[in-house]
């Protein structure tokens, strides 16, 4: 991915950097009709942190990750993300903001009728990246998910897990500085579940850009947090000596309010009923 | 549909109405800026003016034949039946013509509008477009926009010709007149004002089209179930809206040209 490298805004040295956080939450809540969604929310992401976001279905998840984009504004709260408050961008600013992120959704929402190099390429497009530079950047991209064969293929042609790669490589493909992934491993077998972690992991350890990840599956979580990717063989492997992996931290969510937010190491040592209940 | 009090109801519509303008303005505005998307408006282009030709030609033309058809018999108790050319012109061109095209359009294109968008709605791909920094409304609004209304009034043409055709063939081999004088007698109907009332409906309509199916498709929620609420929404409320717009052009142009 050494090679990847599309115009991105300028950075401010003074709001971004070491010890200062990539995306930082503070107060946030939203309601949707009457019912409260997510309550009085702070926390932050620093940079090269993995952030695992854990919590019960409905509780708020994918709310937080859209917040964070600025796909969604809160009612109250302020969202500090590279320093910019993205509750007062206009959208216009927004997108030259999301220049810089990347986001794997939820059910992946790749484009129908795009083919997946078209799909993979659409940043891209839209930054009039000549064409033979586009399909070089989509063929490494899609290397890197391990899928250059299905370039050619239609979304329908594909299954659940493929689909889900194909979001990662049009995700990674302007090598953004920060990834949101909303639920990659939802509604897939534990098999594929864990080549998406995987992958999910040699980005982290090979690009160590700061991420932020939903899941509702505890597996996927510890493997985030005990695993490390192997560039030699090319695998995830356990982390020697019951290792933690010391960049990913927990955020755990129950009924729009945060309960626990720190290290894999407090999480399971936590003492609060409801967290070792929701562990167990 | 649940029960609502009645200012939740209200609220309701100042809302959608609210949405309705700002999806409408920000369609409009982005055509006076970049980026445009040619390539999509010369797709929306032949997905709705090419791929309408067949319903449209078809319902032009057989409109055209019953009015011939209708319209002899009440002519023919005031020996006008040689003035069959000129009403059945007359109304093609004025009225029948842009009215039923639009409305031909809208149960086909507002429909297919709303239920795409709505689909991508409910797929998480118009937030995937905007998380990707594409602005949804200059990508999918304003293309549908700019081709329903320019390909409509081509369409309203198109409708309007093979009508007058059609009350041709009818009252040539039905009714027996000569043909020479049935065209003779539909151009001297023909008057500027209302060729001009004819090609103007068009412009609303395809306004009217674009819009409000891109609304429905844009505000989409709940699902599958939801996409089908849209797309059933976006013909009733742009059939109802064409048949609105059309009376309130029509006064104004005879407003403008007086009743010619």
Not at chain 1, 217 to 229: E, G, I, N, V, W
Request: hydrophobic letters at 45%.
């Amino acid at each position: 991915m050494a090679s990847i490298a599309l115009d991105k805004p300028q950075t401010d040295p003074a709001m971004e950097g070491p010890g200062i956080p990539v995306v930082a939450l503070k107060g946030v809540s939203i309601t949707f009709e009457i019912k409260p969604v997510l309550e009085d929310i702070s926390f932050t992401v620093m940079p090269g942190e993995t952030r695992v976001i854990l919590g019960p279905a409905g509780c708020g998840k994918s709310v937080l990750m859209k917040l964070a984009n600025g796909l969604l504004r809160p009612d109250t709260g302020s969202i500090t993300v590279f320093g910019h408050d993205v509750t007062k961008m206009r959208e216009t600013d927004l997108y030259k903001l999301r220049a810089r992120i990347g986001m794997v959704f939820q059910e992946s929402a790749l484009f129908d009728s795009l083919s997946v190099e078209d799909n993979v390429a659409y940043r891209l497009h839209e930054d009039r990246v000549p064409d033979d530079e586009a399909h070089a950047r989509v063929v490494e991209s899609l290397k890197f998910v391990e899928l250059e064969q299905a370039i050619a293929k239609f979304p329908s042609e594909l299954s659940g897990g493929m689909r889900r790669r194909v979001s990662i490589a049009r995700a990674i493909i302007s090598k953004p500085d920060l990834i949101l992934y909303d639920s990659p491993t939802g509604g897939l077998d534990p098999i594929t579940s864990t080549t998406i972690v995987e992958l999910v992991v040699k980005q982290r350890d090979v690009s160590h850009t700061t991420s932020l990840l939903i899941t509702h599956r505890l597996q996927d979580a510890f493997t985030l947090a005990t695993h490390r990717f192997d560039p030699k063989t090319g695998h995830m492997e356990p982390i020697p000596d019951n290792g933690i992996d010391p960049s990913t931290k927990f955020l755990v969510l129950h009924e729009g309010k945060v309960v626990f937010d720190g290290t894999t190491e407090e999480l399971v040592h936590s003492e609060d009923p409801w967290l070792k209940e929701y562990l167990s | 549909m649940p029960f609502v009090t009645p200012d939740v109801f209200v609220k309701e519509r100042v809302a959608a109405v609210q949405e309705y303008s700002l999806l409408t303005g920000r369609a409009v505005a982005n055509l006076f800026s970049g980026p445009h998307y040619w390539d999509d408006v010369f797709t929306q282009m032949d997905s709705i003016g090419v791929g309408s030709m067949p319903i449209v030609i078809l319902t032009g033309f057989f409109t055209g034949c019953v009015l011939a058809l209708q319209s002899a018999s009440s002519l023919e108790e005031f020996g006008a039946i040689s003035m069959t050319g000129n009403l059945v012109a007359l109304s093609m061109v004025k009225e029948l013509g842009p009215v039923l095209t639009g409305l031909m359009i809208s149960g086909r294109n507002a429909s297919g509008m709303a239920s795409e968008l709505g689909s991508m709605k409910v797929t998480e791909q118009i937030d995937a477009m905007r998380a990707l920094g594409t602005d949804p409304s200059r990508k999918l609004v304003t293309p549908r926009l700019i081709a329903t209304v320019f390909m409509l009034f081509f369409l309203t043409i198109v409708s309007d010709a093979v009508g007058i055709a059609g009350g041709a063939l009818v009252s040539v081999t039905i009714l027996g007149l000569n043909a020479s004088s049935y065209f003779h007698s539909s151009y001297r109907s023909l008057t500027y004002a209302g060729i001009t009332q004819g090609l103007v409906k068009p412009l609303f309509s395809g306004f009217i089209i674009a819009t409000v199916g891109c609304y429905y498709g844009m505000t989409t929620k709940g699902g599958t179930q939801g996409v089908g609420r849209a797309t059933t929404q976006a013909v009733v409320v742009s059939s109802v809206f064409i048949i609105v717009v059309d009376f309130l052009v029509s006064r104004a142009m005879i407003g403008i040209f007086g009743s010619q």
